[in-house]
């Protein structure tokens, strides 16, 4: 179902979108899809709401978001079978990606009223000036498959809490746990226009939606290509944006490190939904001394995964479709044949003939050439590769384009620091591998994104800033 102004509707002007299971194959629901005519409504119902919504009180949008959260955690079973029918993840972590998307919106509902202004000394006399923000006006929220539902409550949360109305797409991949998202939204008393859902392909339904004139800023989460296309299109209305983008994360093991804490905290992140997340793990150095004892401890941790239907609560479940998979292989046959070896996994686990499984893949022997060590793979492979000095690991940590998260394990205080601050990327974790927490801001550096999300300071993402110069001494 689609949500413009009040109105639900069933059906689109332009067909529907099949949803597949990824675990079965089987498509098992559809989603209408919206016309150019429909973006338009859907823009304009966001246009027409900002008027009174963001001129609302801060304590009726925080209340609004608390209310959201309590009818999001009310429905989370049954929110987190569909989350796990339409993109693959094992039933407990959908469950957790409500429970983190509630989270945020009960963390935004503490943040509506925050200053959203400062009085400033005066400068001349008889003046008094103040900067005040203002909510920057209907937001386009577009989101990507892996964690829909998270990073769609990452951006309507603040946005609203700002005073800004919104128009989501969720990908055409998985929109079902985002339309009942939006119902928890419409239960929880939102008027009308205040959030819109439409549904479709991004090459034209985001892109209609990206260009309509009423869209004031633009957020949002996918590949870095697409960042760089909506960049080029905000740029005919000086649009903001907002863009969390791919990442190529680095993992530094250090001779001195726990090696059990870092096969724990790397495995972990390597495979954690298949390898499909933002923050995974893409390449893993280690200092040659420890290397081989490394890798050994890394197939046998890899080696206790279980796999299976996300309805059955394995440790992974399937990739999200097979031109994910694909890519998945390509980028092992391309690194076996510059010299890797396949020390683990590599292809499709016996008895999975249907479904997009695939083995956790632990990658030996590898070096720079691959393509695995430059390219996101969005799959379960993890590179490993031996440096001669923990210089080289961050020469090379910090050598490709994409700068999202960088995570170490060492035992040396002075040498955590060092890495910290000299890893190029938006969040560097030291012997932890924590994933985006609401409470701390997440940033890509480089091309990984512009802007950011998370913690109160994602707020100001909403807002624009005026001064105001008030001269009251008249004379
Ligand atoms: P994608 O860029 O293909 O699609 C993301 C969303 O953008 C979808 O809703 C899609 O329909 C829409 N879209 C695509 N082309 C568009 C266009 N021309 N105009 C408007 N909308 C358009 O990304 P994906 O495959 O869904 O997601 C995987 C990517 O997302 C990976 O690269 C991953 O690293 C990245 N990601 C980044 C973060 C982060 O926080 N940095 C988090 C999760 C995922």
Avoid at 40 to 68: G, I, T
Wanted: hydrophobic content about 40%; charged content about 25%.
């Amino acid at each position: 179902m689609m949500l413009i102004r009040d109105r639900w509707l069933e059906g689109g002007t332009e067909g529907i979108i099949k949803i597949q299971d990824p675990a079965t194959e089987e498509f098992f629901a559809e989603v209408p899809k919206a016309s150019e005519r429909e973006v338009d409504s859907a823009c304009k119902a966001a246009a027409d709401a900002f008027r009174s919504w963001s001129r609302s009180l801060p304590k009726v949008r925080s209340e609004f978001l608390s209310r959201a959260a309590e009818e999001l955690e009310k429905r989370t079973e049954d929110i987190a079978m569909l989350l796990t029918r339409e993109q693959g993840k094992p039933l407990k972590e959908s469950k957790g990606e409500i429970k983190a998307a509630a989270g945020a919106l009960r963390f935004f509902s503490r943040c509506a009223d925050l200053p959203v202004g400062e009085w400033r000394a005066p400068n001349r006399s008889g003046t008094l000036n103040f900067m005040k923000r203002y909510p920057i006006g209907p937001v386009a929220v577009i989101s990507p498959w892996n964690y829909p539902l998270l990073l769609t409550a990452w951006k309507v949360a603040p946005a609203l809490a700002a005073g800004c109305t919104v128009v989501i797409k969720p990908s055409s991949k998985t929109p079902l746990a985002v339309t009942e998202f939006v119902k928890c939204l419409v239960e929880a008393g939102v008027p009308g226009g205040v959030v819109n859902l439409i549904h479709g392909r991004g090459s034209d339904v985001g892109m209609a939606l990206v260009r309509h004139p009423v869209i004031a800023k633009i957020a949002f989460t996918g590949e870095t290509e697409t960042g760089k296309v909506l960049m080029r299109e905000a740029a005919e209305g000086i649009k903001r944006l907002t863009l969390e983008l791919g990442g190529h994360c680095p993992l530094i093991v250090a001779a001195d490190a726990d090696l059990e804490a870092a096969v724990e905290g790397g495995v972990y992140r390597c495979f954690r939904n298949m390898g499909q997340v933002c923050n995974s793990i893409n390449r893993i150095y280690v200092e040659r001394s420890v290397y081989k004892e490394f890798v050994r401890m890394f197939v046998e941790r890899t080696a206790r995964l279980t796999i299976g239907p996300g309805l059955e609560d394995p440790d992974l479940g399937p990739m999200v479709d097979e031109g994910a998979r694909k890519r998945v292989v390509s980028h092992i046959e391309d690194a076996v044949s510059k010299g890797a070896e396949v020390v683990y996994g590599g292809k499709v686990p016996e008895g999975f003939e249907k479904g997009f499984f695939f083995e956790p893949t632990v990658l030996a022997n590898v070096d720079h050439g691959m393509i695995s060590m430059q390219e996101e793979t969005f799959g379960p492979v993890a590179p490993i590769m031996a440096v001669d000095s923990l210089d080289e690991a961050l020469h090379l940590a910090n050598g490709l384009r994409y700068g999202l998260v960088a995570y170490v394990y060492t035992r040396d205080l002075g040498l955590a620091i060092r890495l910290a601050d000299e890893l190029e990327h938006g969040t560097v974790g030291i012997n932890n591998v924590i994933g985006g927490e609401v409470e701390h801001p997440y940033a890509g550096w480089k091309e990984s994104g512009l802007g950011f999300e998370l913690s109160e300071h994602a707020l100001e993402e909403f807002l624009l800033l005026k001064h105001i110069r008030i001269k009251w001494e008249l004379k």
